[in-house]
């Protein structure tokens, strides 16, 4: 079975351009999570999404953030303008919602993005 | 609010020795607790959860971990350690009720010694 699939894996650009990572999480899926890790701050819960609409956002650092998930297969991440302090690598999670249970969380492999 | 504590950055442990990574955590209500294992380049991989039941709970690749309420901790443990398992673990923990999203710990880094 796929996993979360995640694009790009490696980004690098300078400071001051749009940034746009993407998310495909498992099929069946209906909740997304999206995470920040640095090795100041550890890992960093950004935002979550059940079933398409956006829970939690009391993670994303600024304005320069945004997020969206138009449909179940797909969400995508977004900073604009970036900046040196946004390096970090960019997680993407998914798990599904099931009654009566507690399912894990699925991780991508992340994004590895540095703004020179 | 909810919190998790590893208070040790690294463990390090000999192949074939039993080893054990600490965590600790924190929550208003009933804790649902997971470990995950992370090796360099690559997502978090789920090791194994506690929801309810036996304190003792068995995962993947011969870990488990034991919940103790009273201490509020949820160790992890090996009986016998491999090379393999060298890599970043992190506890994290989530409320009964209410916010769904995880609360990770910082992490701790096994090395393991042939």
């Known amino acids: 079975d796929a996993g979360v699939i995640q694009s790009p894996r490696h980004e690098v650009t300078e400071m001051g351009q749009e940034v746009t990572l993407r998310c495909k999480p498992i099929s069946g899926h209906n909740s997304l999570f999206w995470y920040r890790q640095t090795m100041m701050r550890g890992l960093e819960l950004l935002i979550y999404f059940n079933n398409n609409v956006p829970i939690d956002d009391s993670g994303m650092p600024e304005d320069r953030f945004s997020a969206k998930m138009p449909n179940a297969s797909f969400s995508t991440l977004k900073i604009q303008p970036s900046e040196p302090r946004d390096s970090a690598v960019y997680f993407c999670?998914?798990?599904?919602?099931?009654?009566?249970?507690?399912?894990?969380?699925?991780f991508g492999d992340g994004t590895r993005l540095s703004i020179l | 609010a909810q919190s998790v504590a590893q208070p040790e950055d690294q463990v390090n442990v000999a192949e074939g020795n039993p080893l054990t990574v600490k965590c600790t955590y924190s929550?208003?209500?009933?804790?649902?607790l997971f470990w995950y294992v992370q090796y360099p380049n690559r997502g978090l991989q789920f090791l194994l959860k506690y929801i309810t039941g036996d304190n003792l709970v068995k995962g993947s690749y011969g870990f488990e971990a034991e919940f103790n309420k009273s201490q509020t901790s949820f160790h992890l443990k090996k009986p016998s350690a491999l090379v393999s398992d060298s890599a970043l673990y992190f506890c994290a923990v989530r409320e009964d009720t209410g916010r769904r999203a995880l609360t990770f710990g910082s992490g701790t880094r096994l090395q393991v010694q042939p």
């Open positions: 999670a998914s798990s599904s919602i099931v009654q009566g249970g507690v399912q894990p969380q699925h």
């Open positions: 929550v208003s209500g009933n804790p649902y």
